[in-house]
């Protein structure tokens, strides 16, 4: 159902593993998303110049939201980011007892790794974060927007689906843009595990790199449950109705 729109949405790198434009998804009561204003990456810190042209040029990337722990950051950096003309916010999504990230904290042991309840415990321990990257995002001046974590997929998928959610994307299709995580995989992990911060992550697909769009569905289910969805979260936790309504504005395009 959205295959078309998939392969549009992916913006391709030399060293830069998964990167895609959050237009282009279906809205509920009309219109889909806008082309070009949000992007979900994994870690942008090994781009090569080729890259950050691609970047600052036709992605328009103004402001970088960094979801990595500032330990993470301070580990791993930005690469040729760090000199570039881009706003560098530190947004940081983490569990609430986690005050920093050791590469042990990163990279769980074990193949089975509940990951609904750790989207849960890691959208409660972020809370101010989350208001405010949606803040940025619904602020036009700071577009193109691209946020990211390590690998793009956990971190990242919490923060895409409140945004999806809160405009009205159903679940369904942001399920499916989750998944997409899994056509790069391979090399996700590949380059992770070089890493200090993130070697020894399990195989693909199992533990902390499985990609089940089911996750992302029952996390959906329980912010429903308790707060009517993503933009009852927003609102409860400080979001004002206008800034709800530019949100919607910046992110749906209306056919």
Not at 109 to 135: C, F, K, N, P, W
Not at 155 to 171: E, I, N, Q, Y
Request: glycine fraction near 10%; charged fraction near 25%; include cysteine.
């Amino acid at each position: 159902m959205y295959t078309d729109s998939a392969q549009r949405r992916w913006v391709e790198f030399a060293e830069i593993d998964n990167v895609r434009d959050l237009g282009g998804l279906p809205v509920a009561g009309g219109g889909t998303t806008r082309f070009g204003v949000v992007f979900r990456s994994s870690t942008p810190q090994h781009l090569t110049e080729h890259d950050l042209g691609r970047l600052i040029g036709p992605v328009g990337l103004r402001t970088l939201i960094d979801l990595r722990l500032p330990d993470e950051i301070e580990r791993e950096g930005y690469g040729r980011l760090a000199g570039a003309a881009v706003r560098l916010v530190n947004l940081p999504v983490r569990k609430q007892t986690q005050t920093s990230a050791t590469p042990t904290d990163l990279v769980p042991d074990g193949r089975e790794y509940d990951l609904v309840a750790l989207y849960r415990e890691l959208l409660a321990g972020s809370i101010e974060s989350v208001v405010a990257a949606a803040r940025l995002i619904a602020d036009t001046d700071q577009h193109s927007v691209v946020f990211h974590c390590a690998a793009g997929k956990d971190r990242t998928g919490v923060l895409a689906a409140v945004l999806l959610d809160a405009v009205g994307v159903p679940a369904e299709a942001i399920a499916a843009d989750y998944a997409l995580t899994g056509e790069r995989l391979e090399r996700i992990r590949e380059r992770l595990d070089t890493l200090p911060s993130y070697h020894g992550l399990p195989p693909v697909r199992t533990g902390i790199l499985a990609v089940d769009p089911q996750v992302i569905t029952r996390f959906l289910e329980d912010l429903h449950a308790g707060h009517g969805g993503a933009a009852g979260w927003l609102q409860a936790n400080g979001f004002t109705d206008a800034e709800l309504t530019r949100l919607r504005a910046v992110l749906v395009e209306s056919r």
